[in-house]
């Protein structure tokens, strides 16, 4: 397995989930993976991956070594997760073959290519497209992020594979039980908002706190956004601009958001994009009533087109106040909405990407989003 972001966050507890999810079905793997800080490695001990390093900053190098690694332990299959890496394993093989390799693609790339600036755009869609292209197949954990990648590549794709996010979902029940959550959880005299990801303009926290302040002019309630990125400051002025500081709250990353978002009476997705949000998939789990933007790719497909959550267009803060509010007054069925989370169960997930990776037969149907 090639490459996922250092430090918290979604897409690293989405890869140890596959992990183990591989190692149930008895598949091994070795994680090439840039220096730095992988909060989410440690529990992989019984799974027992080994670890190599590849260079961040010197692609050079990184090839090199890449190059090297694929000559002395050749692995029955390669999975690359992030556009850097599999633009090294795109050069590695051009020049000297490799194993069956297969590219997962998290993101709408129709969006993160809109959002380049303008003079990238062209040589920004051309790289995607190379490297895609030399792919023996690739993996989109949604179905917009297929629709995205079929509108990339055309006829000239590889084979395209919808297979939803493995999520370990006995892990999150364990851990949502924990108590050491921050106080507005445990004080239960108003309800509790929250919304969990990176402070970065595409979760467009902006926009929740202003619907927020909507819904505040109607009821008591608060707000919780956990999690941590250069947004922060921008953020904390709009909270205090809008009088908001006694009701909403940036407490930073939390090592476990499920205990926090089990207690909250609502959680909210703001996103202007997304690839398959983690965030909903995991208040699911929780059964904890969701409330989502309808951006092109994910929402739509974890909500089953507003069935366990109401959707709301992108950036619009009226609707979204009025659907955090119409979903306080009447909450979905708790279990409703943790039956809804077994499509993304860890195990069988992960049998689909051992399939697509050549690892076991293809004698059963995928169970990736319907």
Same mark, same amino acid.
């Given at each position: 397995m090639l490459g996922f972001r250092p430090g918290p966050g979604g897409i690293g507890r989405v890869m140890c989930d596959l992990i183990v999810g591989l190692a149930h079905h008895g598949i091994g793997v070795d994680l090439l993976l840039p220096a730095g800080d992988y909060p989410e490695l440690p529990r992989l001990a019984a799974a027992s991956p080994r670890r190599f390093e590849l260079a961040q900053d010197d692609t050079g190098l990184a090839?090199?070594? !890449?190059?090297?690694?694929? &000559?002395?332990?050749p692995p029955a299959a390669i999975l690359s997760n992030k556009d850097k890496a599999s633009g090294l394993l795109a050069r590695v093989r051009s020049e000297s073959g490799s194993p069956r390799t297969v590219l997962r693609v998290g993101s709408d790339v129709r969006e993160k290519i809109a959002r380049q600036r303008f003079w990238r755009r062209r040589g920004y869609k051309l790289a995607r497209r190379t490297v895609y292209r @030399?792919?023996?197949?690739?993996?989109? &954990?949604?179905?917009?992020? #297929?629709?995205?990648?079929?509108w990339l590549l055309g006829e000239d794709s590889p084979p395209l594979h919808c297979v939803a996010n493995p999520v370990d979902l006995e892990r999150i029940g364990r851990l949502a039980a924990h108590?050491?959550?921050?106080p507005w959880c445990l004080? %239960?005299?108003?309800?509790?908002?929250?919304?969990?990801?990176?402070?970065?303009? #595409? @979760?467009?926290?902006?926009?929740?706190? %202003?619907?927020f302040a909507r819904l505040r002019l109607q009821r008591p309630a608060r707000l919780l956004i956990l999690g941590e990125g250069r947004q922060r400051r921008p953020l904390e002025r709009l909270i205090a601009r809008l009088g908001l500081a006694d009701s909403a709250a940036l407490p930073g990353f939390a090592a476990n958001?499920?205990?926090?978002?089990?207690?909250?009476? !609502?959680? #909210?997705?703001?996103?202007r994009y997304e690839g398959s949000p983690n965030? !909903?998939?995991?208040?699911?789990?929780?059964?904890? +009533?969701? #409330?989502?933007t309808d951006c092109r790719s994910g929402p739509r497909e974890v909500l089953d087109n507003g069935r366990f959550g109401p959707l709301v267009p992108v950036g619009d803060v009226a609707a979204m106040a009025e659907a955090m509010a119409r979903t306080l007054d009447s909450p979905p069925q708790r279990a409703m909405l943790m039956q809804a989370a077994r499509?993304?169960?860890?195990?069988? &997930?992960a049998a689909c990407?051992?399939?697509?990776?050549?690892? !076991? +037969?293809?004698?059963?149907? +995928?169970?990736g989003i319907p």
């Open positions: 090839t090199r070594q !890449l190059a090297e690694y694929l &000559n002395a332990r @030399k792919a023996d197949a690739i993996i989109g &954990n949604s179905q917009g992020v #297929v629709d995205s990648l079929h108590t050491e959550v921050h004080e %239960r005299d108003v309800p509790l908002i929250i919304s969990v990801g990176r402070l970065v303009a #595409v @979760k467009d926290f902006a926009m929740l706190i %202003r619907a958001p499920f205990a926090h978002v089990a207690r909250a009476d !609502l959680l #909210v997705l703001s996103s965030a !909903l998939i995991e208040a699911l789990a929780c059964g904890t +009533p969701c #409330v989502a499509r993304f169960d860890r195990d069988d &997930n990407y051992a399939r697509v990776l050549g690892l !076991l +037969p293809d004698d059963a149907a +995928p169970a």
